[in-house]
């Protein structure tokens, strides 16, 4: 028998590949349903396409891959589903910014081909993320990959907003909201940031009362404080908040 000289270190860039892709084209984790076996499934938290996976994604996967792969050892029909997320107005920025640094400005090229410049970097972004899955070797099913524009998840989103607005759960009013100057729409608090927004002698603020975000109106709030003649609103002031 011929001897088989082995390295003396480990190099797992020599293995991982071949094994994963080896896993992979023999539909390992291809689930089949089995009568009489309960089915295990996981939704990978789809990852936005603003930008590539980081070690805190790194460590969710694993926890998540930890699970799955204990479930097919017990012999459960095993899912685990990957995909990632369009994140809408938070993937417009940073194409706005990678435009800003190249010279140009969104308004100037036009809609059609800025959607197309945005769609670019969107895809470019799915395949980094994509290998970066595979190279942590994450056992998902990549038959079943899914991106949140696909038109099975679009229409599932509309068919929910319509029940919703069907039973009176969604409805027009007049509310205090978070407004982008720059994107020309309304933000989130969680896509607002924390930063609070001036205009004039009104200034929003941000109250948090047992973590629930409450929206207060501060008027005159900042002029008074420099004001040369003093206090310009003088007994009017009381019970105003200070600055800050």
């Given at each position: 028998m011929k001897a088989i000289e082995l390295a003396k270190a480990y190099d797992p860039a020599s293995f991982e590949d071949s094994i994963y892709a080896m896993w992979k084209n023999e539909g390992h984790f291809m689930p089949k349903a089995e009568k009489g076996k309960k089915p295990f499934t996981v939704v990978i938290p789809p990852p936005n396409v603003t930008g590539v996976?980081?070690?805190?994604h790194a460590l969710n996967n694993n926890l998540q891959d930890i699970q799955v792969r204990y479930r097919r050892m017990k012999g459960n029909p095993t899912l685990w589903v990957p995909g990632t997320d369009h994140a809408g107005i938070a993937t417009q920025n940073v194409v706005?910014?990678?435009?800003?640094?190249?010279?140009?400005?969104?308004?100037?090229?036009?809609?059609?081909?800025?959607?197309?410049?945005?769609?670019?970097?969107?895809?470019e972004h799915r395949a980094f993320i994509d290998?970066?899955?595979a190279k942590i070797g994450a056992s998902v099913d990549w038959s079943r990959?899914?991106?949140?524009?696909?038109?099975g998840l679009s229409k599932a989103v509309r068919e929910v907003f319509v029940t919703l607005y069907e039973r009176n759960l969604v409805y027009k009013g007049e509310y205090l909201v978070n407004w982008c100057t720059s994107c020309g729409t309304a933000l989130s608090d969680d896509e607002r940031g924390g930063a609070r927004g001036r205009g004039g002698l009104h200034v929003a603020h941000l109250v948090r009362i047992r973590r629930r975000p409450l929206p207060r109106l501060s008027i005159g709030k900042d002029r008074d404080r420099n004001h040369p003649a003093g206090n310009p609103l003088g007994r009017h002031s009381r019970g105003l908040p200070s600055g800050g």
């Open positions: 996976l980081h070690m805190g706005e910014k990678k435009l800003r640094k190249e010279g140009r400005d969104r308004r100037e090229m036009g809609r059609e081909a800025f959607v197309e410049e945005t769609w670019k970097v969107a895809k290998n970066q899955l990959e899914r991106f949140t524009l696909d038109e």
